[in-house]
């Protein structure tokens, strides 16, 4: 997968903020009815729009016509996750780098709410795409916010969900996921777990201000391109708290928090949603990466040890459930 270094010159030496955040996520559900009442009634999102098994969904100040596609499917599991790139030279240096990757898929004329992208995968499988030209949300009636600087009107509805944050992958080879995502898509290393015996067991990257957009996480099980959680932002701790209210309100299966993370120091609710996926309500709180020179914080095998910055011991599940469940 190394690159030549003709391509390295002619994309401009792989330029970190070619992308510009993480856009959508395609999440599979076995139950998409149960799976659409979820995330509308309980965690408050919108119906942007519907095309054959899939149902398009954006937080209420999501700027996009989407961030999250439900289709149905026999079994839980990734779909496809998308990132925007910053403008459309940018998109085209990322497909020439993507190119000689050896693991690029081709384009697409673009899904519900976007143009056309640029598909291609991890080398664990996940499969990916980039684009550039998209829809912009245009309020109803019904959504038009009072300050014409928020997407829409904050909807009162559940957890309130306000943006999509960042989504946590599961692989077979961190280091190898990791690189690709540097090398190929530009992103930048902010915190890392690695082992004493040197195996990499996690690595958060970023393409923005934010301090992560994707994290990737050692598959304890040995497969390959899982997910294990996608995750929406909230204002504060205090609306953390009332999605578990929520939740519980509702019969969610709460699966831990909420705690407070020690990386990244996110305060977290997890749940699964009904179709079997986990999902994250979050409050990364005001941590923003604004040094330019920023080195990655590594975090060792003992650290790791000690678990969440506070809260509960880290159930086991965590460590080993992901989507696609992996068969007994």
């Given at each position: ?28 559900t076995?139950r ?36 999250l ?7 839980p599991?990734?779909?496809h ?10 998109l ?48 109803t ?31 077979s ?6 690189i ?14 690695v ?33 294990h ?39 977290f ?31 060792n ?25 992996v068969?007994?």
């Amino acid at each position: 997968m190394e690159a030549p270094s003709e391509l390295r010159e002619a994309v401009g030496g792989w330029p970190y903020g070619d992308l510009a955040h993480l856009a959508h996520v395609e999440l599979i559900t076995p139950r998409l009815e149960e799976s659409l009442r979820f995330f509308t009634e309980v965690m408050g999102m919108s119906i942007s729009g519907q095309e054959g098994d899939s149902f398009y969904l954006r937080a209420w100040d999501d700027y996009e016509f989407h961030t999250l596609k439900l289709t149905g499917g026999r079994k839980p599991a990734l779909g496809h996750f998308a990132f925007r790139a910053k403008d459309a030279a940018a998109l085209a240096r990322r497909v020439k780098a993507l190119e000689a990757s050896g693991l690029g898929e081709g384009w697409t004329e673009g899904d519900l709410g976007h143009g056309p992208a640029y598909r291609f995968r991890t080398p664990d499988g996940h499969l990916m795409e980039i684009y550039y030209e998209t829809v912009w949300y245009k309020p109803t009636e019904e959504t038009r916010p009072a300050l014409k600087n928020q997407a829409s009107r904050f909807p009162a509805r559940g957890a309130n969900l306000r943006r999509l944050d960042h989504i946590n992958l599961l692989a077979s080879d961190v280091t190898a996921v990791r690189i690709f995502m540097e090398r190929y898509l530009g992103m930048k290393l902010t915190e890392q777990i690695v082992f004493s015996d040197g195996s990499e067991q996690g690595a958060w990257l970023t393409c923005n201000n934010k301090t992560y957009d994707v994290a990737i996480t050692k598959d304890h099980l040995g497969a390959r391109g899982r997910l294990h959680h996608f995750t929406y932002a909230v204002d504060s701790r205090e609306e953390v708290l009332r999605a578990a209210d929520i939740c519980l309100e509702h019969g969610v299966f709460i699966e831990t928090g909420p705690h407070k993370h020690a990386i990244q120091q996110t305060f977290f609710l997890y749940v699964y949603e009904p179709g079997g996926c986990r999902f994250e309500v979050a409050s990364p709180g005001a941590r923003l990466l604004l040094a330019p020179d920023w080195k990655p914080i590594v975090w060792n095998e003992e650290e790791r040890k000690k678990g969440q910055a506070w809260g509960l011991k880290t159930v086991e599940s965590f460590h080993t459930y992901g989507v696609p469940p992996v068969e007994e």
